[in-house]
């Protein structure tokens, strides 16, 4: 199996057992190990009070690209720690695109960046992830 076929099968696995990926409406697009990119629309239930995006929804958006990220090379990884800045906001219907970059990756720590950003390109979020890198091998399906 090729590290393409190993990353696109992981994330096809983690995508089947994650409800809350799946609530958000995530189009995961595997490029690569360690490189994966999700879309996904706003809808009206993930508005604050102030009518914009909540900034949870924009988190776990990055979150989830980095967990997927991160277990594409066969060993399961687990966030611990993560930080995201908001440059601009976000409104209902938007299309967001969230893609990863993994900045290094020793055999226990990972450390990636996910830039998110609306569909016309205007950066919304710039987030930070580390993940421990586990001795497990991912599950077998």
Not at 88 to 106: C, G, M, P, W, Y
Request: one cysteine or more.
């Amino acid at each position: 199996m090729t590290p393409l076929e190993l990353a696109e099968k992981n994330v096809r696995h983690m995508m089947e057992r994650d409800p809350f990926s799946q609530w958000m409406g995530l189009d995961v697009t595997i490029h690569g190990p360690g490189s994966v990119s999700a879309r996904m629309k706003v809808r009206k239930e993930m508005l604050n009070g102030f009518n914009v995006c909540h900034g949870g929804i924009t988190f776990s958006l990055a979150d989830s690209v980095l967990a997927f990220a991160s277990n594409t090379h066969g060993k399961i990884s687990v966030s611990i720690e993560a930080s995201i800045a908001y440059p601009n906001s976000v409104q209902e219907s938007d299309v967001l695109i969230a893609t990863s970059h993994e900045v290094s990756r020793t055999e226990k720590v990972g450390i990636y960046r996910v830039s998110i950003t609306k569909e016309d390109g205007t950066p919304v979020g710039d987030f930070r992830g580390v993940v421990y890198i586990t001795q497990k091998e991912f599950p077998q399906h």
